[in-house]
């Protein structure tokens, strides 16, 4: 079997909901980051790429119908190039890079694109569709946007808590401090707002519609900004819209390949697919599932967490990443260096994207070898994967 490797990566800014990518398409903006991914490699022929894995979590808009495909059309790409959809929610994107290691290592390709995206913004309203024509009552639309939505009655009412409330759960079973949560929060804007200043987004961020910084950063929040802001979810909580991911609009895209493939695509490889980890648990304490996505990842990859210099983890909450960080006990000075989610945007199908190309840069950057990026998802699941510096720039084995 063949490796797979991570040659180049991409993504757009990611907007505020309601922001300055509100204009734009879905499919547009991943059409945008495909194109920009693929001008990392201008020698690599167009045709030789063997398929595209789209991550996508809402889909009931304009990202409907494969919006990988989609995007593979609205890019100019030969029509030849097939592409897929994947949807595990806040993972599509990563899930998708992880279907396209597995092409990879399978033989069945040699190139394979893989990405996400998501307009939270231009999720829209759906009605349900009427058991017989011309019902006589009122017919209630609901939001696509976020969570979940034409519930099923069959489901346990635990299971279909809000996404806040499961978080408010997770807080009271591992006692996270709503000033924990809240610094971990000003950590998170201060690191991204830094990274953006010293130049370290610059090659991986391509400008959109005038944009050309993430818009949700806010490096003049602070703790005491922070603990004024009222609770979210439950009149005597802690989680906040503070210390919690905003609704965001963005795409992300990674071009994998084989070893074999470098000349072909004209480029050296960054860092390999070394391990992959899923886990799931009960929908409520999603939020703690990473913790054993990441070990399964780390047990595939044969390293420990001795090994690792660097952790990708999204930060949907503040309080699931910090219950991750304490469970897996490493420092929390090696994750989200760069800033995470809670500053840069979570927009559901393209995180796992910006985990990904963030967490190989880092990884070159620390002059570090091994690395994970983690997230978690909505209804109980978890994806993880663990990267090894394959670049000149390690410093340690």
């Known amino acids: 079997m063949s490796d797979a490797y991570l040659y180049a990566a991409v993504r757009t800014p990611f907007g505020r909901f309601g922001g300055a990518l509100a204009g734009v398409r879905p499919d547009d903006l991943a059409a945008t980051a495909l194109t920009g991914l693929l001008d990392k490699a201008p020698d690599l022929d167009r045709a030789a790429i063997g398929d595209v894995v789209w991550g996508n979590a809402n889909g009931a808009g304009e990202d409907n119908r494969n919006v990988g495909r989609m995007a593979v059309l609205l890019a100019g790409l ?3 190039v097939p592409a897929t959809t994947v949807n595990r929610l806040c993972g599509s994107s990563l899930d998708a890079a992880i279907i396209a290691s597995r092409t990879l290592e399978s033989g069945d390709a040699d190139v394979v694109v893989a990405g996400g995206v998501e307009s939270m913004t231009r999720a ?38 809000s996404l806040g409330e499961s978080n408010e759960l997770l807080r009271e079973k591992f006692s996270v401090s709503r000033e924990r949560q809240d610094a971990f929060a000003v950590r ?44 979210s979810f439950r009149p005597d909580g802690t989680i906040t819209a503070g210390n919690a991911s905003p609704l965001s609009d963005g795409a992300s895209a990674v071009l994998l390949g084989t070893g074999a493939a470098a000349d072909r695509i004209g480029l050296a490889p960054l860092a390999r697919i070394a391990g992959r980890g899923v886990h799931a648990v009960e929908p409520q304490m999603f939020g703690h599932a990473p913790v054993e996505a990441a070990e399964r990842a780390l047990r595939r990859a044969g390293i420990g967490w001795g090994d690792v210099g660097a952790v990708e983890l999204n930060e949907a909450f503040a309080v699931q990443s910090l219950a991750c960080v304490d469970a897996w006990g490493i420092d929390p000075e090696i994750v989200n260096t760069r800033g995470g989610a809670i500053a840069l945007g979570h927009p559901l199908g393209a995180s796992g994207g910006r985990l990904l190309g963030t967490l190989a840069k880092v990884l070159r950057e620390r002059r570090e070898r091994w690395g994970v990026a983690a997230i978690c998802i909505g209804v109980g699941q978890a994806l993880a994967v663990v990267l090894e510096n394959v670049t000149e720039e390690v410093g340690r084995g």
């Not at 009605?127 to 009122?138: M, N």
């Not at 370290?200 to 802001?229: H, N």
């Open 78 to 80: 030969p029509v030849g």
């Open 188 to 231: 998170s804007h201060r690191l991204a707002d830094r990274a953006w200043d010293e130049g370290f987004y610059d090659d991986l961020v391509l400008p959109v519609e005038g944009l050309t910084r993430d818009e949700g950063i806010r490096p003049d929040t602070s703790p005491e900004k922070l603990a004024a802001l009222k609770p």
């Open 124 to 161: 829209p309203w759906v009605l349900p569709k009427p058991e017989r024509a011309f019902p006589a009552g009122d017919v209630t639309a609901v939001s696509t946007t976020l969570g979940w939505r034409l519930v099923n009655p069959a489901m346990p009412k635990e299971w279909t808590v």
